[in-house]
Structure formats: C-alpha cells, structure tokens
C-alpha cells in the first residue's frame, strides 16, 4: 500500500479516517478545536499506544495553529500570530528553567531552512546573566544551537545536542524544524507545537534519531512549520479525489524526490520563522512585541 | 480547455502531438535529434506561421542538451557537459562580435536564480579590452547585466535591457532565464538554446515584455534551463495517465501557485548555471575549460 | 605633497584650513551649523571657482549629518534619524517629480554595500504606479537600479544608468555611495546630503565617471555614508598630531591598499544603510515610519 | 606600557627583540628557517617558561608558513600553497586517528570568517565511514564544527567543542581562526600552524576560554590567517619608526575599536580559507588536489 507523507497529527489523524471503515473507531486519540486569536487551533492527544499505532506518531499532544490568514497582511497580523503561537507555547513549557533552542535543517535551502532562520529572532540570554547577573535577573537563560547538516558536519544532530545539552545542562530543549504536509493549504500557514519530542529532517526527507526525552535526558519540545508537499503524497491524494481506484505504487515513488512548495517560498520560510522565534521569547521571558524588537535590534 | 504550460518547443511539441488525432500532421514544425559529447541533443524548427500557432512560439531554433546522465557525476561530466552547450551555442551565435549576456531572474529565490547565478561564471572583457585593448585584443567584448526582478526595481526588465543596449550597443544579446517544464525528469537536467529571443519569468510564473530582435534592435539568443514543473501541468499530466476523462479545471488551478522542484535545488542550479557560463565563454572566446578556470579565479 | 582624501566637503574645508596659513581667507565656500532632531548638521556651500579649488569639489551644498549619537541606541533613536536624514533631504529635492534611486557599489564587500543595502529600504512604485494608477495615485513614481562593480558588468555606472535614464525618464536621480572620511569618529556615524551630484566608488578606491547633471540630464542628489579611512591618511593625521615634521610619503602610500574600519561594520553598515532608505521615502513619500513599515513587509 | 598586539608567535619575538636591550638574549626560543614548495617557512619553538613569558604564548611549535607570493597568482601558486601547509600540517599531526574540525568566528564578517569559510573545503568523512566502512576504508573519520559566535549562541566555544568532544570521540582537534597581525604585509598573505591549541576570537577582538589539550583532553592543533592588524598597533608602530619618543597610550587606545584590513578582503579571505581547507584534507586524507577537487563537487 502507498503510503503518505505528513508530519501533522491533525493529518495523521486525517488520513486514519479516509483509509478505515466507518464503522471503525478511533480509540487513544482525542482531538479538539477552538481559535485563539482569530486563528484556528487544533489539539490532538495521542493518549496510548492504540493512538500511537493508528497515526505513527508518539504520545503527546499537538497543536496545529491555522495562520492561513496571516497571508493577509492586515495591520496587527504578525503581532497577533505571535501572541497565538506564544501563548500556545508558553501553556505547554515548564513556567520555569532555562532552555536550549536547536534549529534544525539546512540553512542553504528554503524549505529547510526554518530553524535556523527562527534562531535569528531569538533572544539568547545565557550568556549575559552569567556576565551581568544582577542587570538581567528578570530573563530566564536561553542558549542556541544551529545543528547544521550530516554531510557537512559528519555527526547526527542528536548526538551534537546531547553532548551540548551535557555541558549547557539546560533543562529543556526546544527544536524547530520544517515540516512536510500533505495539503498544499497548509504549506507556510500552519504552526504545529508538541511537547513529543522530534525527529530532525522529517520535512526534507532523510529521517535521523529523534531529540527526545529519551535521547537527551530533559523534556524536548517541537515546533514545525509545514514548507513542502511530498509530491507522491499529493498525487496520490489528487488520483483518489479523481477517483482513480488503483493507484499505481511505482508510478509514484517517482515522484518522492520531488516535493511542492510556494512560488514565494523565500518570503514566507522568513515571515514564519520570525512568528516562531518571536513566540518563543513571548512564551520564554514574557515581553511584549515591542520590547522584543528593541533587544533584537 | 486546461492549458498544460511548459517553455520547452521539444515539450510544446509533445503536448501537440498528444492532443490532435492521429491522423493530424504538425506542419510547419520540424524536427531532429542527434548526441553530442553522449547527451541526447533534440532540435525543434519552427518553420512559419502554422508551426508558430501549433506550439505557441516564435518562428526560429530551439535546440534542447539533455544532461541527465551529468548527475552520475562521472570524472570528466563537467567538462563535457560545457562541451555540448557551448559546441551547440557557437554554432548558433554570429562567429564575431560583442555580446550583453543578460542574467534574468530572482537571485534570492533559488528556482528562479539560473541567470544571476550563470553571470557570476561569464568572463567580463569589455572594460578590460577597452583600457588595455593590446592584451586583450584576442578576446570579444562581453558585459553583463542583472536584471533583477520588477518588485525591486520598478522597471521592466525589457526597457532595461534596451537603455543599456542603446548605450554599451553590443553585437547580440544573451539572455539566460529559468524555465517551466511539465516533465519532473526534466527539471535540472536540460539545457534549452534558440534563437528566438526569450520572454523573462516564464519558469517561475509572471510573463512579461519580450526580449528580442524587435525589442532590442540585435538578435537575442536564449540559455534556459528548467528547474519548475507549474504543479497543475504535472496534475493534469498525471490524471489523465490513470485515465480520468474529465479534468476539473478549476480544482487543477488552484495548484498554480504551487510549484514541483527537486530536493537539492540548490546545488543542482548552482551547478548547471556554471555548465551555462562556461558553454558562454567556450562559445564566444574560444578558451579550454582550464583557461576559463585560470581568469575567473 | 601627500595629499590626504576624504569625500565629505566638511573635512575637505577642515583640511585646508589646517594647511592654509592663518592669515588667508577660505573664499567662495560658507558653512552653517545647526541642530536637526538632536542631531548637528553642518552645512558647506561651495559657491564658485574658487570654493571649488580649494576643496576640490564641485560647487553645491552639502549637508552632513552627525548621527553619532545614534550608536547609543535609545528607544527612537532610528525613528529620529529617519526624521534628521528626511527633513534634510526633503528640503534640498524638487518637490514633485518622479525618482530614480541608484545604488552604487559592491553588495558583497560590506564597507562598499551601502548602496545596495539602502535599496532594500527604499519603496518601489513606478511599476504599481503604472498598473494600478487610482489606488497609487497618491505616490511618486520611484524606480531603482543596483549598478554593480566594473569587473562583474564591464560597463561603467555611469553608462549605465545613461542608458536607464533615457528609458525610464525619471525627474530626477538619488545616487548612494559608501564614502572615505579622514576621521574614524564619522565612519558609520556620519550621512552626507549634497545637490552636486556624485563620482561612484570613492569610498573604496578607484575613481570613475561621474553621475551628475551634465552625465545624466537631470539633476543628481548624493547620499553617502562614510565606512571607511583611507589609512595613509590616518597615518599622516596622526603623525603630524605627534609632531613629526617630515612625513615619508612613500612610507605611508605603502598602507594606500588598506582601509581602517570598525570591527562590527556589518552591523553598522546595515543599520545606516536602512536609515538612508528610510529618510528617502519619508523625504519623497510624505510617509510615516509606520507606514513605511507596514509597505516594506 | 602600550602592549602591541599580534597572534603570531614569529612577531611576538620580533616585538621583544626590538623592545629588549641589546645585550639581553631571548632564553627557551629558538627560531629556524626555511623554504617549502618556494615559500619562507620561520618556525618559532617556545621551548619552557621562560620563552612562554617573554612571548605571552604557550609552550609549543609555531610555523608560520609566508604566502605574500601566492598574490601574483602565477598557474600553480594555489596547488603550491596547498602542499606547503598540507605538508607543514602533516608532518605536526599524528599519523592515525579520528580529526574534529573547528571553525571559530563569525562567518557573517569578512576578516573573522576564516574558520566557518575553510570547513566549506574539507572533506568531511565520518557519518560515510559509518554508513559504508568498506567503500570508506582508505579515509580517517573527519567530522566539523562550526562553533558560531557567543551572542548568537549563548554558549562559549570551548563549552560546545568540549560537548561535541565527549559525544564523537576525536582523535584529535584541528582549530581554524583569523589572526591579528602587526605588519600589514602578512595580513591575508600567511598562514600559522601550531601545536599549542588556540584562545578563540583573537583575531578580532574578544579573548575567551581556550581551546587545548587541557580543556578539551586531546591534542588541539591551531591554524590561522591573520586578517586584520590591531590600529592601536599599527599607529604605536608607526609613530616609533618616525622617532616619536613618548606615544600617548589614551591617544592609542582610541584606536582600539577599529582595525586595519585590506580592500579585497572578501576575495582574498575565500581564497586563503580555501588553501587551509585544502591543506587539511591533503594532511589527513593523503589526496592529491585533483582527488579533492572531485570528491567536493
């Protein structure tokens, strides 16, 4: 059987349901909607090991925040998506300790380039409470970490993390990552959050050791941004819609080395990666927009 | 009716013989394959009017390199890679004279940065023949010209082009640009030569003034290379491979501005942009490959 | 005689008054100074023939505005600096009348990327004043051109914007230009406004055509920021400070291939660069910072 | 007492030979020269205390390899430079074992990129060794790190290399850097090797945590390009060659935030990474130059 690529629960969830039997029932997913600053936010828990067989994916739970209509470009826009994505984040992290943000991908290649763009709006403070410990005792400590690519360090980012996370001792990590979706829609729209952990690479292709409690020893949490469509994933989608009964395996998998994205994709890997960084330091060290772009400058 | 979008004649030519019954000839279109250093290489001729009309080109050559073994990466690839392009090229171009060669395109944005990224391996002679005209006198005077893109200069970039002809009067102009294929195993893996001239943004979506021998004044050869399939083009393909009759155009849209490209586009445009500057300067200055190596160092 | 080199008029009048015996009068140039947005403003008018000999400068005004104060990085330190560079600009411009904007030099030498880097700032709307001419009714038409170095394009700037000139037809040109100052307190501290006109690359060396009214037919307004000390110069200033009598000038022409400049000039160039944008739209555009924001995004 | 500032060991005993009354000798160094591949090689052996307190450098060898003539760009200088510090580095390293490669300072400014610009030329071999041990046979295990800057990380360099240390098991650690010099003619025209280890981010400015044998546990072996010269410097130097007899240190020290560089700093810093590059995988992996060009592309 052909199978499609996502990295979204809520498309995990999805595709569990076009493929079973109406008769079937989900068991060990929860799933719930609401919208929190205009934008809509999907939660889905993955709560046993029913749920974790059913949609590939391990316990936790995932936001998926529908920023389509940021695209819009009204006034308040950016600062409303941070305020959704900080606020999300910041109900999900510790209130307290310190934290190492990794930004996983190439930082050569758009669509794989939103963790270490992210990286760039984040506020690192590690350093300057350990230099200046009175002036910055309001900030909790954040380090960064630009994991970089196997071929051109020679060490998985697991391993690059653990041995940083034994010196730094931070006690979370933070991972951002593109993403594959399976619907162009949510192509730079969407924010996914979890605080399942990551494997580094799924939305590009090579899947690598996953950054995870297990592997680094402290809670790891992710946040994606979908940039592509593996392309055998939407033709299949688009021959079942037309409905083609039979799809062709082979035929596909040929397609597996391509993947789609936006004309415009430059712009907006940029624009989201800058919603993401910005959410961390508001859900982080609690500032307001404002006072953000006034440290970052 | 759906309309399939490629800049390639040799697929033009595909498309046409795919929609007209059998018994239909394509008058007015002629052509031919042969190899060159082992690529296949295919020429179109556009014959007259009812060639023009059939494939929804200009009248001229187009003569498409298919490098698609260069991936193999075999010792000697590069070099024969720039052998084919550049024997092919010099037999197109006048045997004398200046050129302009016209970068066109977004450097920022990968599929789209063929031209920009091809000038940086042309070697620039004009100032250096003209302060030094006895040490140069072997080479023809070439210059170059970033076109940039119409959001960031306000110009298009035909009248652009055609102040700097007025003012630099080059013999011929080159003009390299990104195409749009409908074949995935096309993408990074031709090179298209005519002698038509070339309407700039094709690849990547916006169609805009022409540059040609009636806009310029001299005659306009074009280098392009595909690095898009338009992701409708590859939908509609696919559909009616699995044998869906009726195509639903609007929902065929809606994949418009999404675009197919290949995983390692960067470094694949990288590479084969050099193939094209290299072709240029084997074309017009007559040099070995390790002569182009030594003066671009 | 070892002549010392600096661009800025004011530090050309600085030099020969320290040269000139105190007896002599400096004739045909007069200089004001004032205070715009908490900033100094010096202005030198160049008169006639001899403010032109004796400073070696064309006749006009120039402006330089010390931002020094800028670096201490108050919360609307930039807003004022937009508002210093406008005003000033505001004044000395036509004030109707299309644009355009030139941005000389080498984007990938950071000293000598002022003027690509300005471009990024500065908003473009000949093209969207063209296709939409009601809802842009209320702006200037503003094209730009980034000009490039020599060695990459084989055509002098001059020649080229020329050519551009005679197509786009603009009312008038901006040039931007890095600039050498003789001091390393105005380097990245200081803009210079002037009505002369300019000759590109004097920042970083090689001196070329002009760009001014009788090379282009319309008139041509500087903006340029110094980035870098020639250091023979520093050398001869600070020898002479010391007492030294008789400089060697062999001896210091040995350091005519070097420059003196800030240790964090990437961040620096950015920063002044983004001012002069900045100042150029609220100069032509009648525009709010905000707004100004909200237009780049 | 102004101190003068250099990274090189070869100008550090220059300064206490010209500070030193004649009749004092320099005890524990000793200095030997000779020629390589055409190329002055000064090897400077801090042999005990005493050497280390009359240079204010470690114990340990120190080749400083002068490549002034690589400039005049004859067919062969790159080839050349490459052996003579791949041979130089060679005969300095252990024969066998396991390299991490370090790349200190800040890729986004020119004179402090060295480090991040030379790992684009080596070879890294580790993650293939693993993955394919028998078609990797021939190859030492090479991994790479680019360490990044403290404001963007909030971690020192010698914290994540010692991580990375503990996780990938090195044999040994190889650390590239830009360097200060004192003399503008070494500035991008030599390059030091050492066995002493390296105090990162000497070249421009900010001493930090070193990284050595006793930091990390395995050998560390230093290489660097000197690209900037201090101003301070260059101005105390300047003035004592004229007779200035007292320098005013304040004077000095107001020099201290600018440095001193060359105009084709960008071009020349890519070229000489790329020879340190090169002359690492020739030193570890006994590749001809041709074998390297290969397995890079």
Same mark, same amino acid.
């Given at each position: 059987m052909f199978v499609k690529r996502t990295d979204l629960a809520l498309e995990a969830r999805e595709l569990w349901q076009e493929s079973a %039997? *109406?008769?079937t029932r989900l068991m060990g997913v929860k799933a719930t909607k609401r919208k929190l600053e205009g934008y809509p936010v999907t939660r889905v828990d993955i709560l046993d090991h029913r749920g974790e067989e059913a949609l590939g994916k391990p316990q936790g739970s995932y936001f998926t925040i529908d920023l389509?209509?940021?695209?819009?470009?009204?006034?308040d826009f950016f600062e409303r998506a941070v305020r959704a994505v900080g606020t999300e984040l910041k109900a999900l992290l510790p209130p307290e300790g310190s934290a190492l943000v990794v930004g996983l991908g190439n930082a050569a290649m758009t669509p794989d380039a939103v963790g270490p763009l992210a990286l760039d709006s984040v506020l690192i403070t590690r350093h300057l409470i350990s230099a200046m410990p009175r002036q910055f005792a309001g900030f909790r400590p954040v380090s960064a970490f630009r994991a970089g690519v196997l071929g051109t360090t020679g060490v998985e980012s697991a391993e690059a993390v653990r041995g940083l996370v034994a010196e730094v001792k931070p006690d979370m990590v933070l991972a951002i990552d593109a993403l594959a979706s399976r *619907? *162009?829609?949510r192509v730079c729209a969407t924010v996914q959050l979890s605080d399942t952990g990551i494997i580094p690479g799924s939305g590009v292709g090579n899947h690598r050791e996953a950054l995870n409690r297990e592997t680094l020893g402290v809670p790891v949490f992710a946040l994606g941004i979908p940039t592509v469509v593996d392309a055998a994933t939407l033709a299949a989608d688009l021959l079942e819609e037309s409905? @083609? %009964?039979? @799809?062709d395996e082979e035929r596909l998998r040929d397609h597996g080395t391509f993947m789609v994205t936006t004309r415009d994709i430059d712009q907006q890997v940029r624009d989201l990666s800058k919603v993401v960084g910005y959410g961390i330091n508001w859900a982080l060290q609690d500032l307001e927009i404002e006072e953000i772009n006034a440290l970052l400058s």
């Open positions: %039997e *109406r008769t389509s209509a940021f695209w819009q470009r009204k006034t *619907r *162009r829609g409905g @083609v %009964e039979r @799809v």
